[in-house]
């Protein structure tokens, strides 16, 4: 008699199972039946499940063969024995010798010390482990590789079940809560600030999978060559598109799709799936699941980078198998957005009717961050877990300032949350009132605020908010959220526009700062051991001439006779500037020279981001139009901590002793040269930093929109000179940070912040 072929015997318990999910049993009913069927079927005296309680709990569901009596009582960690390392690390465990083998765990009440054979695989979806599948032998029993795989292959199906909700009880001891049901509270960082009440809108929304199992193989592999042949043409459309270019990373990455879309090995593993008695969805998951296992163990960013390709190429596949076309544009009116990542041009493409947005991943400094600011959306990042948690729909409550996100709220958090709400819209309405009015302190003393641009987005936000102009216009939005670069032309209109929002105020552009985490998509990926010290922002603009005079040709034609002030990114050595000036002087001359209207008034500064700038000869003081902080990179460049890395970013205080002391010394010498002087970046928008900023002698900053009501307010109740003896004294004291004092002279006054 010929072997049967590899999962024949799957077939024949997916087919059992099938019926199982068909039936009207309860959760508990329904775990029992699997185990034992699971047992009789590859002739084992033990089969157990263990399903994931919380996020790192396993719990004994369901067991044919070890006591009865353990069923949820038995509960152990992630890494915790066999059966918790499966779990913790996604790979099955096949041993003869289960209790000599390392990390083996004794459980008492389970009785399983006798079982010498132990096979484990993980229940997982989508990379994450749900819960761990066992099968165990008296005999000293290595299972076959035909018996891994088969049990894979059902451990894939019960974790579509319990995606399902076939295993939810309303009883005591039922095995599982209904999924995603229960309020869960997740704690991130800061994105932007804000708080929002919506329901949530998946960037990938969730595919649950009905029928797991197929008993028409040839049916499904019809589906899935379907959906591949749609698949292939959508990527083919995206490589014709005349907005990618034949050449660049864009170009590189739709070509690498292609090729995975027609990848022969991809392709025969989910097949192999569907033979197996797979529907063609699970198939694919099944694949997916592999991938970003493999994906999670590598340290090669390039390989991670592909693989990651290969997984989004996975979900478009599974959305066209299952027919859940997303349309973006077709969002709820309270939608928040709740996404793993997202780049720039994909958020700004649902526009700025978001309430709110929570992502799984990102970075303070990413785009998606800027461009949430821009819209003036509240944003949370690296909410862990959210999208396997969230479903559309659910109600869900952001707080960017705090980074909280409250999904399915319980009704007494949604009470005390609305309240918060209340209270910051009656806030707003009294910085409103002093829209018109100066940042004027008690002492006298005005600071000038404006605010933060990258879009024309943001320009609306200058009259409603106060600003007397923009201190910071980040050009590179509009490169970075583009396949191409775009041409002299559009770039002039674009400037102009953006001119024209300004209302006659005062709008300083800054020049292309790309390179480090700002790679444009049409522009090849340098590798670099630390980007943010390496080739970027004026750096990478000197040694490009041609893009860096394009862009500025572009400025003064979009100024169109107009005042335009330029700055340069992360200037760290005067020549630098010098050159930079020289080049911007020629493109003048030149335009002088073919009868192009040059500005009334033309004024070009630099950012100071770099230590080694504030040290600079006597004549870069002199000869700079005006300087900006650029307070982000000059915070993590003094403190040597990378504002990316939560780990390093949050030990170090604005407000520390030796970071104020060196603002103040800044200021100082800009004073004595007379070069106009102010801080721009995140800390800018925080009050009580811009309080201490103002007290060191800084009398310009400039902010997200939203952040000038608030500071305004904070600063016409204070006096500067006060202010600046409490920081003294601090300073003096041996104090790590005069935030304390600060915050207890604004206490003892009454003065909210």
């Given amino acids: 008699m010929n072997a049967p072929t590899r999962g024949a015997s799957s077939r024949v318990l997916l087919q059992k199972l099938r019926d199982v999910l068909a039936s009207r049993e309860g959760g ?35 067991t044919e063969g070890l006591n009865p009596d353990s069923v949820h009582l038995t509960r152990m960690r992630f890494g915790q024995g066999l059966v918790g390392r499966v779990a913790e690390q996604g790979q099955a465990v096949n ?56 049990l894979e292959v059902v451990a894939m199906v019960i974790a579509e079940m319990a995606e399902a909700g076939a295993f939810t009880s309303t009883g005591d001891m039922g095995a599982l809560a209904p999924p995603h049901s229960g309020p869960v509270f997740f704690r991130g960082i800061q994105g932007q600030e804000g708080v929002a009440e919506g329901v949530v809108h998946l960037h990938d929304p969730h595919i649950v999978i009905a029928n797991p199992v197929s008993d028409d193989p040839d049916a499904e592999h019809a589906r899935l060559h379907v959906a591949l042949h749609k698949l292939r043409g959508e990527v083919d459309r995206m490589l014709d598109d005349d907005a990618v270019e034949d050449t660049g990373e864009a170009a590189e990455v739709l070509q690498t799709y292609a090729m995975f879309a027609r990848d022969r090995g991809w392709i025969t593993r989910i097949e192999g799936g569907i033979g197996e008695g797979l529907a063609a969805e699970v198939s694919v998951e099944k694949e997916q699941s ?62 700025p009717n978001l309430r709110g947005i929570v992502l799984e991943q990102g970075a303070v400094g990413s785009h998606a961050v800027i461009v949430a600011r821009a819209l003036a959306i509240p944003l949370v990042l690296q909410a862990g877990r959210i999208t396997r948690e969230a479903l559309d729909g659910d109600t869900i409550l952001i707080d960017g300032g705090e980074g909280a996100v409250h999904l399915r709220p319980e009704d007494s958090v949604r009470t005390a949350f609305r309240e918060k709400m209340a209270m910051r819209a009656e806030a707003q309405e009294q910085y409103a009132a002093l829209r018109d009015l100066p940042a004027q302190a008690l002492c006298g003393s005005t600071v000038a605020l404006t605010m933060n641009a990258g879009l024309m987005a943001d320009l609306p936000s200058l009259a409603g908010s106060g600003a007397e102009g923009v201190g910071l216009y980040r050009t590179e939005l509009q490169f970075l959220v583009r396949s191409k670069v775009p041409r002299r032309a559009e770039q002039a209109a674009l400037y102009s526009r953006i001119l024209d929002s300004g209302l006659g ?6 020049t292309l700062d790309i390179g480090s985490d700002k790679v444009l998509p049409y522009m090849r990926r340098t590798d670099e051991p630390n980007p943010a010290l390496g080739w970027r922002a004026i750096r990478l603009g000197l040694d490009r001439r041609g893009v860096m005079r394009m862009q500025v040709q572009s400025l003064l034609r979009g100024a169109n006779g107009r005042s335009l002030a330029v700055m340069f990114p992360m200037v760290a050595q005067f020549d630098e500037f010098v050159t930079a000036r020289d080049l911007v002087l020629k493109e003048v001359e030149r335009e002088q020279s073919m009868g192009h209207t ?101 009398r310009s900053l400039s902010m997200r929109p939203a952040s000038i009501g608030p500071i305004k307010h904070l600063l016409r109740q204070c006096d500067l000179s006060e202010v600046r003896t409490i920081i003294d004294a601090a300073c003096a004291s041996g104090a790590q940070s005069v935030r304390p004092a600060v915050e207890g002279w604004l206490t003892e006054r009454g003065i909210a912040f």
Avoid: W
Wanted: proline share 4%; aromatic share 8%; net charge negative.
């Fill in 28 to 62: 508990q009913e329904r775990l029992d039946i699997i185990v034992r069927l699971i047992a009789e079927t590859m002739v084992t005296e033990v089969c157990s499940i263990y399903l994931r309680r919380d996020a790192r709990t396993l719990e004994l569901c369901a």
């Fill in 598 to 698: 040059i500005p009334e008034k033309l004024e070009i500064g630099a950012m100071l981001e770099t230590p080694s700038l504030a040290f600079a000869p006597d004549a870069f003081f002199e000869m700079v139009d005006f300087l900006s902080i650029g307070g982000n990179d000059l915070k993590q460049f003094f403190f040597a901590a990378d504002r990316e890395n939560e780990r390093v970013r949050r030990r170090y205080d604005t407000l520390n002793v030796s970071y104020l002391t060196f603002i103040a010394q800044i200021v100082d010498r800009c004073n004595r040269h007379k070069t106009p002087v102010s801080f721009c970046g995140e800390d800018a928008g925080k009050p009580v930093e811009a309080l201490c900023f103002a007290a060191m002698g800084l």
């Fill in 95 to 150: 041993t003869a010798d289960a209790t000599r083998t390392p990390g083996f765990r004794y459980m008492p009440e389970t009785g399983e010390e006798i079982y010498s054979g132990f096979l484990g695989v993980p229940i997982q979806r989508l990379g994450e482990s749900l819960g761990v599948l066992v099968v165990q032998n008296k005999a000293a029993r290595k299972f076959s590789e035909d018996d891994l795989h088969g």
């Fill in 505 to 510: 105020k005062r709008v300083v552009f800054r």
């Fill in 290 to 351: 592999s991938i970003r296992q493999r994906m999670s163990r590598m340290t090669d960013p390039y390989l991670r980078e592909r693989f990651h390709d290969l997984d989004d190429l996975s979900n478009r596949l599974l959305r066209l198998l299952s027919g859940q076309r997303h349309d973006r544009h077709d969002i709820p009116e309270n939608a928040v957005l709740v996404a793993r990542n997202i780049g720039p041009a994909e958020l700004l493409d649902y526009g």
